[in-house]
């Protein structure tokens, strides 16, 4: 008996990546000036979508959230004493149980819990969300910051911001839709697995940006190489990039390349008026410790975030400490 199961392309990206898909082909509609009704119904949402874009701050590195937000009132119990049982941990012999040395208080109307250490982010609880159900079987710390990013512990899983850009896409056709940006002393541990795109297509990836003039290597034009010299290579390019895609129709590694060859051009403008945060008013500077050579380089970084926020970048990363980094 022949059975003929039809599947038509809005059924597939309504189901591909838990609805991820359709997201993505509203977004592209809605990019063209076509209605995209019916895609972004096909969607199921528990909730209306309020956030337009993420600034994610990875603090790599930073203090245990117990003695910052997540108090545990049993530690002082047992402060001093060894743990009773087996415990798996990286080294042979674990010390015994501490207590946290800070002081706790519970502020506004939820009476969140906050460290002594955060006075100042005390006085906003009620404006902030603190997940304390995370968990992690890793002990190390680049399996843990792939699990914080991708939810798998190895290497070959989409990050967040990866997803995040493939459902929603970008609001600014000269930008990326995923930045990242990282401390000036190293790379985090991970690397750049941490913002890979895996089975993901490839104009999902995160694209590094640095707190320079030039924010991407290799993006300014050569100066010996005239804008309509370069305009005409490109369209030269393009132009053999299609035939050849014409031959292998599908292939999304192509159509990706082709895709971060044009995004490339238009941000040759927008990416330096992006970092070029000498506009903005002595006040606001001072906001972001721009005046301060310790805070300069990170308060670049979130300066940064905000202008990619405000010309509709989707997702920024913004990693800070790590290994080496003192």
């Not at 109307?109 to 460290?115: F, K, L, Q, R």
């Not at 600014?172 to 990282?182: D, I």
């Not at 000036?184 to 297509?201: I, K, M, V």
């Not at 238009?266 to 903005?280: F, G, L, S």
Request: aromatic share 10%; with cysteine.
């Amino acid at each position: 008996m022949n059975h003929t199961f039809q599947l038509t392309r809005r059924d597939f990206l309504s189901r591909a990546g838990s609805g991820f898909g359709a997201l993505a082909l509203a977004s592209l509609l809605g990019d063209d000036g076509l209605r995209a009704t019916d895609a972004k119904q096909s969607v199921k949402r528990h909730h209306p979508a309020k956030a337009k874009s993420v600034i994610w701050l990875f603090m790599n590195g930073g203090p245990s959230g117990i003695d910052l937000f997540d108090q545990k009132p049993a530690l002082a119990k047992w402060d001093g004493k060894r743990f009773p049982g087996k415990i798996h941990t990286l080294f042979p012999h674990p010390g015994p149980i501490m207590r946290s040395p800070f002081k706790f208080r519970q502020y506004g109307d939820s009476g969140m819990t906050v460290s002594e250490i955060y006075p100042k982010i005390a006085k906003h609880v009620d404006d902030l969300t603190f997940l304390r159900a995370c968990h992690s079987d890793a002990q190390n710390h680049v399996p843990a910051c792939y699990m914080v990013n991708s939810g798998a512990t190895r290497v070959g899983s989409p990050g967040v911001g990866s997803w995040v850009t493939y459902g929603l896409g970008s609001g600014n056709r000269e930008l990326p839709g995923f930045v990242v940006m990282y401390d000036y002393r190293s790379a985090p541990e991970g690397g750049a697995n941490l913002w890979d795109t895996a089975f993901l297509p490839g104009e999902n990836q995160g694209v590094p940006f640095r707190p320079t003039n030039h924010p991407i290597l290799y993006l300014k034009r050569p100066p010996k190489v005239s804008a309509g010299t370069q305009k005409s290579q490109l369209k030269l390019l393009q132009k053999l990039n299609q035939l050849h895609l014409d031959k292998h129709p599908g292939e999304a590694a192509l159509e990706a390349r082709i895709r971060s060859f044009e995004t490339a051009y238009r941000m040759q403008i927008a990416a330096p008026e992006i970092v070029n945060t000498a506009h903005e008013t002595k006040a606001t500077q001072k906001l972001y410790g721009l005046d301060q050579k310790k805070c300069k380089p990170f308060g670049t970084q979130l300066l940064m975030a905000r202008r990619m926020v405000e010309r509709g970048v989707r997702f920024i990363q913004i990693y800070h400490g790590g290994w080496n980094n003192n």
